[in-house]
């Protein structure tokens, strides 16, 4: 179309002030813009950005001192914002008040859902669903940035064997492979597929590196992880994400054989930066810098930050030594001036790259994102394929309102909203959060009816006087739905257990129950494996409901009632008793393994063949799990047959196949995984590694055929000098429906 030519001028003016305005959108324009930015800058303008500060009305910053310190470039960005309001008054302050008016970005702990609660991430994990836990990073992320928000601190990445440990609620399950693809998973799905877009939110892969490995399961403890460990087990899920397009990392608390992973140039110098050649930033935890003081690495502030910038921690986290000692460091020449340059760099590179100098501000007029009918809809389908079907003894389940007209829900957990939204619930409320008696008159039909009892006070409660009334409601019911685990405070950071048992006074009132002779149907929720052995053998059935957010209870009925066909699998080792940990599936021969015997394990302790001879095992308790890694049922069954494996082709790929029947009468979704072992190898190698899955939909009566191919490189391993190992020899390949079932068959590597 041709412009009038009296309006030529105003349309060129209007390009031009665009065109200076204009985010620079390619790779190359952001360096030239990064670099030309960084070239004005102050070291007291540098160092504002490399400082983070939390946002707090009422505690640690009061809004005129932030108001000030960013109007003179001291802080470049805030975590924990109360509003879009807050944000958008600050970052006013930034980009008009400002000498450079360099936008702020703020942060807040998006682990699983913003106001919409999705099920913790180790619930998340045993759906075994990518597309689904993207799926959820994309709501989490339009509803996060609606308050203002362009940063989450997540996807936590870490690896644990360790139920005690408190955050391993907040991971994706214990093996590397699996928390690889989730994780990269949720980057894409916070991240979106354009950075700039105002909806889309950087993701930050922590806490790096090594922190679930924390001695005796407790918080912030020492790690020592050997490099080959480091490298086969804690580090590829950091570098999935870094694959994935993660654009921050944050560094963790925890000391690393010896040294901060905070103050680690090894780990993110030497691996972050120079191997994998990540270019974005990284941000300490939580005062993680000024804590390598108490470790006993640095001996003050001073310090602390020489030992931060070194390594390459690029942003403190809330406490301020970067910001009052760097300058005396780079006199002393124990820092210097390229690495505070290389530091701002990098974080005025995801600035640009979030598009924050083009569009710095929240625009609060448009609808709310909240709560939305299709956020909530992720969230039901997301909890409902978490959750775990660990027992359905004589298929009590699905109920039927025929067969099951008055329903006793009894427990603790079966109406406390607050528990259904587990550790790190962000903006999530309480009230919003729908839990399995509030919805459960849904489901029990015209002619049903719902009796409820807590039973105790509390999840934790001792006292035992409501147990009485809970008997009388279950006696008047055909089946009792038993509501119990762990309450939301007993899980997530630095709240560590050294015993895994059910709280407070459950154990008795699941007896109380069980002596009713009423069928039980036990939900068990929770942030980590727990230790219910006895309530497992009162109950008929069993879901594993870990903490599922706000759409828990039409989660849990659409189960209960067979609406949806469970096909959650565990994505980490549950233990019989704590004393088993370190417990987990791709775990190391030993010269002396327990005898894969069924007799074995079923040897009476205490009696003449005690003790049961010279292998790696406990005296007093059979070696296996309560259930295994992979473990989870349905209402219909599958069976595996035909495996079979194709030697490597040229390019040694190998192809695996195998046959897969729903030989129930109802359709369902199985989750089938490739294993393999390499027999023998340089350093030895773990009995079983997941190499591969597959959720597959099987109609009733259905059989297909699973195809896997493996590229040989997913057969190496690094050793402990960082080489990395592909060894020709003898391996066992499984399609299986979880780590202890199946036959495995044996191919060879041959290059
Ligand atoms: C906490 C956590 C970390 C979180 C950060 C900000 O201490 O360790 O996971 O992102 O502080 O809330």
């Given at each position: 179309m041709r412009l009038p030519c009296l309006l030529l001028p105003c349309a060129a003016f209007l390009l031009a002030v665009t065109a200076l305005?204009?985010?620079?959108?390619s790779e190359a324009e952001i360096e030239i813009a990064v670099e030309k930015l960084l070239s004005q800058m102050t070291l007291a303008e540098k160092l504002g950005q490399m400082s983070q500060r939390h946002y707090n009305t009422k505690s640690l910053t009061n809004p005129a001192d932030s108001a000030s310190a960013v109007r003179n470039g001291q802080v470049g960005s805030f975590l924990n914002p109360d509003s879009a309001e807050t944000v958008n008054q600050l970052q006013k302050i930034a980009v008009e008040e400002s000498r450079l008016k360099i936008p702020l970005i703020f942060g807040i702990d998006v682990i699983h859902g913003y106001r919409t609660l999705f099920p913790i991430p180790l619930g998340q994990s045993c759906s075994w669903n990518p597309e689904l836990i993207e799926a959820a990073g994309r709501v989490a992320a339009i509803e996060a940035s609606s308050a203002g928000i362009r940063w989450t601190f997540a996807p936590m990445l870490d690896i644990t064997r360790d139920a005690r440990w408190g955050r391993i609620a907040e991971t994706l399950g214990e093996d590397p492979v699996l928390t690889s693809r989730l994780g990269a998973a949720m980057v894409r799905g916070f991240q979106g597929k354009n950075l700039t877009a105002p909806d889309s939110i950087a993701a930050c892969a922590k806490h790096y590196v090594g922190y679930g490995a924390a001695e005796g399961g407790r918080d912030y403890n020492t790690t020592l992880i050997p490099e080959a460990e480091l490298r086969n087990i804690y580090l590829p899920s950091f570098h999935a994400a870094k694959e994935a397009g993660v654009q921050t990392y944050m560094s963790a608390f925890n000391d690393l054989n010896g040294v901060p992973a905070s103050g680690n140039v090894f780990t993110l110098r030497q691996v972050l930066q120079k191997e994998w050649g990540f270019d974005g930033f990284v941000v300490s935890d939580w005062e993680s810098v000024k804590e390598m003081i108490v470790h006993g690495a640095a001996a003050d502030l001073h310090d602390a930050a020489r030992l931060g910038i070194n390594a390459g921690v690029d942003m403190e986290m809330v406490s301020t030594s970067y910001r009052d000692h760097s300058e005396a460091l780079l006199r002393e020449g124990a820092i210097s001036p390229a690495m505070i340059d290389d530091s701002v760099r990098r974080i005025l590179r995801v600035k640009f790259r979030l598009g924050l100098f083009d569009n710095p501000y929240t625009d609060t007029t448009r609808p709310s994102p909240l709560l939305t009918e299709e956020s909530l809809r992720v969230a039901r389908e997301l909890a409902t394929q978490s959750i775990v079907l660990l027992k359905n003894e004589k298929f009590l389940l699905p109920l039927s309102p025929d067969s099951t007209k008055t329903v006793a829900v009894i427990?603790?957990?079966?109406?406390?909203a607050t528990d259904m939204r587990g550790c790190w619930s962000c903006r999530g409320e309480a009230n919003e959060c729908r839990t399995v008696y509030s919805v459960f008159k849904d489901y029990v039909g015209p002619k049903g009816k719902v009796l409820y009892s807590p039973g105790l006070k509390h999840g934790s409660s001792t006292d035992t006087a409501e147990i009485a009334a809970a008997v009388k409601t279950a006696r008047k019911a055909d089946v009792v739905i038993l509501c119990v685990g762990e309450p939301h405070e007993l899980s997530g950071e630095a709240r560590c257990r050294a015993f895994l048992d059910l709280p407070g006074a459950q154990d008795p009132l699941i007896s109380a129950i069980a002596a009713t002779g009423k069928p039980i149907v036990l939900v068990v929720f929770g942030g980590r494996p727990l230790t219910f052995a006895k309530a497992a053998a009162l109950s008929q059935a069993i879901l594993y409901a870990w903490h599922p957010g706000t759409m828990a209870g039409p989660a849990i009925c659409d189960l209960l009632y067979g609406r949806a066909n469970p096909s959650g699998k565990l994505t980490v080792t549950f233990p019989r008793t704590v004393g088993q940990i370190p417990l987990y599936y791709n775990h190391k021969n030993t010269g002396r393994p327990v005898p894969i015997d069924p007799k074995a394990a079923q040897t009476p302790l205490g009696t003449a063949e005690d003790p049961k001879g010279y292998y790696s095992q406990y005296l007093d308790l059979p070696?296996?799990?309560?259930y295994p890694f992979g473990y989870g049922l349905s209402y219909t069954t599958f069976t595996y047959s035909d495996l079979k494996i194709e030697t490597p082709d040229a390019n040694g790929v190998i192809a695996a196949t195998a046959s897969i029947a729903n030989t129930g009468a109802r359709d369902g979704v199985e989750i089938v995984q490739l294993y393999t072992r390499q027999l023998v190898g340089t350093l030895t190698r773990p009995v079983k590694e997941l190499k591969d899955f597959q959720r597959i939909a099987l109609k009733a009566g259905e059989k297909r055929t699973v195809h896997f191919t493996l590229p040989k490189q997913s057969l190496g391993y690094y050793d402990n000098t960082g080489r990395f190992l592909l060894e020709p020899g003898k391996f066992h390949l499984w399609i299986a429906p979880n780590s202890a079932e199946g036959e495995p068959l044996e191919f060879m590597l041959t290059q």
């Open positions: 305005r204009a985010q620079p959108t427990g603790p957990l079966a109406d406390s070696q296996a799990p309560a």
